[in-house]
């Protein structure tokens, strides 16, 4: 008999962990538990009238050899190899990311391009003593003046909340190995070590869905299951150990329970907490509801003409407009747009569930989006042709003052279950790309076959695509 193993949310960490699990002549046998109908969570693709679409753009890049071996086992000849362009807009004009020497300069002047050395001097020579927040890390690497002009709008449209509310934990993760000296080397003699900067990646010819709807299919075919519109209720436990998961659905009148010998679980921890029954410690429960999300959506419109730009995307700096980042579909994958005489543009918001973004109708949403459109002078009001929305809540786990201590709290109290484990970007409350929230789902995996790694301690050292090797083949045996 296979130990059953119930595992939250389809995403890329827990189909990752299913399809391991579900390898030939495995001692379990994985059952995802998906609350919508489709598989990939936030790196899932959608589909309107054939024009297909990113949530969050996917670049498929790691350092971690397993996890690139995974993909390309998975999705084999269906990748397509792109090159990254990208560009910020701010102050009326487009800038060139990663940043282009000479078109930096001849954008900025000589006379803002003086300034903003001079700045960068003075905070080299007078750093700020603590960098507790965002505003300080990155203010002592880039100076003050850069500060404002390439970080301060955009980040702080991407949280909601001022540079010194963010903690200096995000910037070190996302931008680490990073400064002033070492972007303009770059510029110049066109070394890149900095992996947010990768000039080149892969991607699915039919976006990132396509990945995991492939994942979805291999695991079926081994024997596991990925079940949709399938939402956890209740986690049951006695004492330290996970006994049961009730489920529910649009077609379940009562409850289902299934039995599970191992849980793993990528649903947010905020809401983990609150279906676990008998309920936690007040502590962890008041630590739950500590943490916090930024919520998304993306406006995509379609155009009566070919693609605007020919960037994947362009970061709008800009406060004149509430748009954050807009992508061009057909940049990411010719496949993406089925009419080569029309073009797929995607405009990103970044809001919270309930406020005044959220609550606009989708025709709403598209009017605002295409007349940012057209006031940031990409395309004219009059070439879209049609639009559609996507809300994603809970996209991003927020960094603020707080988070730290309240995560604390509860992986102390999760530490004590037995036969459970969390897993991916929500579930370990960490801004996480896709393949450290994949290369999570691995080191669980090899828990459950006799290892000893400590998932909380992925990407929490300050280093955003460190090298590991797994020995994943080893562990197996």
């Known amino acids: 008999m296979k130990k059953t ?18 390898t030939p002549g495995s001692q379990f046998k994985p059952v995802v538990f998906e609350e919508s109908d489709a598989v990939g969570g936030i790196a899932r693709t959608e589909n309107y009238k054939g024009y297909r679409f990113d949530i969050g753009g996917h670049r498929f890049f790691t350092k971690i050899p397993e996890v690139l071996a995974l993909w390309r086992e998975i999705c084999g000849d269906d990748f397509v190899r792109r090159r990254r362009l990208s560009r910020i807009y701010y102050g009326g004009k487009y800038y060139s990311y990663p940043l282009k020497a ?35 890390w990155v203010t002592n690497r880039f100076g003050g003046r850069l500060y404002y002009y390439f970080f301060k709008t955009y980040t702080e449209k991407v949280w909601g909340i001022p540079g010194t509310q963010i903690t200096s934990d995000w910037a070190a993760q996302r931008i680490k190995n990073l400064s002033l000296g070492k972007a303009v080397w770059n510029a110049i003699s066109g070394a890149n070590d900095t992996t947010s900067l990768i000039e080149e990646f892969d991607y699915p010819r039919l976006g990132p869905g396509m990945m995991w709807e492939k994942c979805r299919d291999l695991i079926h075919e081994r024997g596991g299951e990925v079940r949709l519109n399938c939402s956890v209720q209740r986690i049951l436990r006695t004492e330290n150990r996970i006994e049961a998961i009730l489920l529910g659905g649009p077609e379940t009148a009562e409850p289902l329970r299934v039995t599970a010998d191992e849980v793993i679980s990528s649903m947010p921890l905020a809401d983990l907490i609150a279906r676990i029954e008998p309920a936690p410690p007040e502590e962890v429960a008041q630590a739950a509801r500590q943490l916090k999300y930024r919520d998304f959506l993306i406006v995509t419109l379609i155009l009566d003409h070919s693609d605007p730009f020919p960037d994947n995307w362009i ?45 606009l109708s989708d025709d709403q949403l598209i009017e605002l989006a295409t007349n940012e459109l057209d006031q940031l002078g ?51 409350h960490r801004y996480n790309n896709q393949d450290h929230s994949m290369l999570t789902a691995m080191l669980a995996v090899q828990n459950l076959r006799g290892g000893r790694h400590n998932v909380w301690d992925v990407n929490v050292e300050r280093s955003y695509h460190e090298q590991f090797t797994l020995n994943v083949q080893q562990a197996a045996e």
């Open 102 to 136: 000479f078109n930096a300069l001849s954008t900025m002047g000589p006379v803002e391009s003086a300034r903003i050395f001079l700045s960068y001097l003075k905070w080299q020579f007078r750093p700020h003593k603590a960098e507790d927040n965002l505003e300080q």
């Open 315 to 359: 970061y709008i700096h800009s406060p004149d407009v509430k748009v954050g980042r807009i992508q061009n579909f057909r940049a990411w994958s010719p496949d993406m747009v089925p009419d080569a005489r029309r073009a797929s543009v995607g405009l990103e918001y970044f809001c919270h569930a309930g406020d005044g973004l959220w609550s």
């Open 5 to 22: 193993v119930g595992i939250i949310g389809g995403g890329p960490a827990g189909l990752t962990a299913a399809y391991m699990l579900s």
């Open 378 to 428: 990409l395309a004219p009001k009059a070439s879209v042709m049609d639009g559609a929305v996507i809300r994603q809540p809970k996209a991003y786990p927020v960094y603020d003052e707080n988070y730290r201590d309240a995560l604390q709290v509860i992986q102390n109290w999760l530490n004590g279950l037995e036969n459970f484990q969390t897993v991916g970007r929500n579930g370990l």
